[in-house]
């Protein structure tokens, strides 16, 4: 064709590129672009065409339209239902657009032909082998579903017309294919076809990769679907419960809820994995259930909020104890510290006192002062190690430790632990378990606890620990180092008065059914049932008391009428029956080798006489009352001393080889020991030696040396309570003691004089009439 200027119809297209010497078929639905094929047909059958920048443009421009179009010949017309007209073309020659001169009915075009740049002939020729075998290789992969003019292709022999077959064959978006009808330069227009083919094959690499791994990996799991429908019917056959994924992966989730740090997360994530692989008939696969139950039940990240408000706190405390000041403090300075922090922080109490002052209540009072929750464990008795730290998993039967446990009931990792009666611990060839306690009491080590059935660290750091013991002297060195003692003494008779009031007997009122009856047990009621019906350093005994009363009472409502009976002092043994403690009346003149002294026991202080005699015989010294060893240690100090001042004393010179000396402490079936009734046994003796008398309102307590110093003693508030009920007026105690005097109730000061000393002359000086 020749390449001047032309005028033809032209018809814009939409997403489409026709090439020279390509035969195609385009379907035409524009108005104006149906009137240009009807225009062409009616003419020489040519029609250009163009292609639009942009498809959702109506009616383009000159400047919207691709520079470069083709001429076209219209070989066949068909037309559809719609409006739509079918034809089918065949590619003359690339044109250059010069102009539109008019769009209406139809688009009219000036356009000049374009002929291909022609370059080496060799080049072009290399470039066609190249291109057919690189497009054979696409065939042979794609495999396209329509091969039309794949054929033409492969038995092309013009280099131009090969480049534009195989862009119209290729699946390349409109801008790569109008980009190659513009090149007119053969060698380039090759050299972009081979690019791009090279490229399509590169993707059909990645693609069939793609598919390989795709259909493996559905290959894989529809057999993993087929052997886990075969593993649930074999599973439903046996008559288990659950299939063992579905219960790993209900596991996980579990594991997943929890948020646990990375390095708990992967090792519990192990177990469950190894869980889920072992078959479920082996003896182990129920132990390892059981140890993954135990790590996802573990509080690990839980922690309980605090109550920080002390006024609350401190309420709370009351309401449920009467006096036990230091303690309350002590918590409320726990608190004060834990709201000004901001941090969480464990502490270790240890509460030490006789039986029934409280301690085991009072630690669940400061659970619930601080909003925690409590738990107990009871060391009493305990001689094994795996008790704390846990069993082996290997073993049988195997457990974590109490402290594990208690965590895991407490659902909380910073609950109030209470560690009851820990002087009471034992050991044997199975270990010692006090041992065992050093590190979850140690606050430097308790961060990383190890249980041997758990094996992962656990942090006991933020559990506010409470242990409590009778004796702290029972107490291994190492642990009760790692303690804070708190000591709890005796209650007085008016402490129990209050307590009973206000605590024990609205209590048993509740529990005896008696809440919708006027019971009253008057103050004095209660003080006779405290001093003749107990005999305690607690109160325990009095609430059995109580209780007792309240049961009769209940027993008379029922079988009597609805009337309550009165409690009196004229009928209280009706309802107790004779009074079981009833105190010795004080001498009340002065006697000769008879003493008060004062003893400390597991159920407070009592009053101790002490007697001594002489008779005639050899010197020997014979001291009875079922006396310890410490006792009968300070009987023979005390006759050393009185040897060694014999001339102060103003005692016979041989009176040490013609007199027998004998000491009895009364209620002999009772045990006795400790020192601190040297100066009593030493008063004695003197009076019983020199026939001076002994005042009889005065009691002592102290430790004797050979050189007659006192030296100072324990339980002193104990004694001094025993002092005042009994009616003595004086006490002395060593010196060593006067700091002890400032913590005593005000009612034992006020009641009694208590005198410090420092030697045995002070005793004998205040002592002997």
Same mark, same amino acid.
């Given at each position: ?47 250009? !065409? ?121 699946? $390349?978006?409109? @801008? ?53 429908? @075969? $593993? ?62 135990? =790590? ?11 109550? %920080? ?68 464990? +009871? %060391? ?37 632990? %209470? ?55 029972? #107490? ?9 003692? #708190?000591?709890?003494? +005796? ?5 129990? =008065?209050? #307590? ?71 009928? #209280? ?102 020192? +601190? ?32 110093? !006192? =030296? ?31 913590? %005593? ?6 009641? =009694? ?17």
């Amino acid at each position: 064709m020749e390449t001047k200027p032309m005028t033809l119809p032209m018809v814009p297209l939409r997403g489409m590129v026709v090439f020279p010497k390509v035969v195609t078929q385009l379907d035409i639905g524009r108005t104006a672009s149906v009137q240009a094929v009807k225009a062409a047909m009616d003419g020489d059958q040519y029609l250009a !065409v163009a292609t639009q920048k942009d498809e959702n443009i109506e009616t383009p421009t000159l400047s919207e339209l691709g520079q470069v179009g083709t001429i076209v010949k219209i070989n066949q017309m068909l037309r559809l239902p719609g409006g739509v007209v079918r034809i089918l073309v065949e590619g003359v020659t690339r044109i250059q657009l010069d102009a539109i001169t008019s769009t209406d009915p139809y688009y009219v075009a000036e356009v000049t032909p374009l002929n291909a740049v022609q370059d080496e002939p060799m080049e072009e020729e290399a470039y066609r082998r190249i291109l057919q075998s690189k497009f054979a290789q696409w065939v042979e992969v794609v495999k396209p579903t329509n091969d039309e003019g794949i054929d033409q292709v492969m038995n092309s022999e013009d280099a131009s017309e090969l480049a534009d077959q195989i862009a119209f064959v290729l699946p $390349i978006n409109t @801008k790569v294919r109008q980009s190659i009808l513009d090149e007119l330069s053969v060698s380039r227009r090759l050299n972009m076809v081979v690019g791009i083919l090279n490229t399509e094959l590169q993707i059909n690499d990645i693609e069939n990769s793609i598919n390989n791994q795709v259909r493996q990996q559905m290959e894989k799991a529809q057999k993993e679907y087929f052997l886990r429908e @075969k $593993i649930r019917i074999i599973h439903d056959e046996l008559g288990d419960k659950m299939d063992p994924d579905q219960e790993a992966n209900e596991l996980r989730e579990q594991l997943e809820a929890l948020g646990l740090p990375e390095e708990i997360h992967t090792r519990i994530d192990k177990e469950i994995t190894r869980y889920s692989r072992m078959p479920q008939m082996m003896p182990e696969s129920n132990i390892l259930r059981n140890y993954i139950d135990w =790590l996802l039940q573990l509080p690990w990240t839980t922690l309980s909020d605090d109550r %920080l408000e002390l006024k609350e706190a401190s309420d709370v405390l009351d309401g449920d104890h009467y006096g036990l000041e230091k303690i309350k403090k002590r918590i409320l300075e726990f608190l004060a510290v834990r709201k000004l922090s901001g941090k969480q922080s464990g502490s270790i109490l240890c509460l030490v006192g006789p039986p029934g002052v409280g301690k085991t209540s009072l630690a669940s009072s400061i659970a619930k002062a601080m909003n925690r929750k409590f738990i107990r464990a +009871s %060391l009493g008795g305990v001689r094994d190690e795996a008790e704390i730290r846990g069993h082996r998993r290997t073993y049988v039967g195997a457990l974590p430790g109490r402290m594990i446990q208690g965590l895991k009931n407490a659902g909380t990792r910073n609950p109030v632990f %209470l560690l009851d009666e820990i002087d009471k611990l034992a050991s044997d060839y199975k270990g010692d378990p006090s041992s065992a306690l050093l590190e979850v009491l140690d606050p430097e080590q308790n961060s990383t606890f190890s249980d041997h059935y758990i094996e992962i660290p656990f942090d006991f750091s933020d559990v506010f620990w409470i242990t409590t013991a009778n004796v702290a002297s029972h #107490i291994p060195g190492p642990l009760l180092d790692r303690m804070e003692i #708190i000591e709890l003494s +005796s209650y007085t008779e008016e402490e129990k =008065l209050e #307590i009973a009031k206000r605590y024990l007997v609205p209590k048993q009122i509740e529990k005896n059914g008696l809440g919708d009856h006027d019971v009253v047990l008057s103050d004095e009621v209660l003080q006779r049932v405290i001093s003749e019906y107990t005999k305690e350093a607690g109160v325990r005994t009095l609430e059995k008391t109580i209780a007792k009363i309240c049961r009769k009472l209940a027993y008379a409502v029922v079988t009597e009428g609805e009337t309550v009976p009165t409690v009196t002092i004229d009928n #209280i043994e009706d309802y107790l029956g004779t009074p079981r403690f009833v105190e010795e009346e004080r001498e009340e003149t002065a006697q000769v080798g008879f003493v008060y002294g004062l003893a400390w026991t597991s159920v407070g202080g009592v009053v101790l006489p002490c007697e001594a005699t002489t008779m005639k015989g050899t010197g020997k010294l014979n001291l009875t009352g079922s006396l310890g060893k410490v006792m009968q240690e300070s009987g023979q100090a005390a006759m050393s001393y009185i040897r060694h001042n014999q001339e102060a004393l103003e005692l016979p010179e041989n009176f040490h080889k013609e007199l027998d000396i004998h000491v009895h402490l009364p209620e002999g079936a009772t045990p006795k020991d400790g020192p +601190s009734a040297g100066i009593t046994m030493t008063l004695a003796m003197v009076s019983a030696l020199t026939g001076k008398q002994v005042r009889s309102d005065i009691a002592m307590t102290g430790e004797i040396t050979l050189r007659g110093r !006192v =030296l100072p003693i324990g339980g002193l508030k104990e004694k001094l309570l025993a002092a005042l009920r009994y009616g003595v007026k004086e006490v002395l105690i060593p010196e060593g003691n006067k700091k002890d005097i400032q913590e %005593l109730p005000d009612i034992v000061k006020e009641g =009694l004089l208590i005198t410090p000393v420092k030697t045995m002359e002070e005793v004998l000086e205040k002592a002997l009439v």
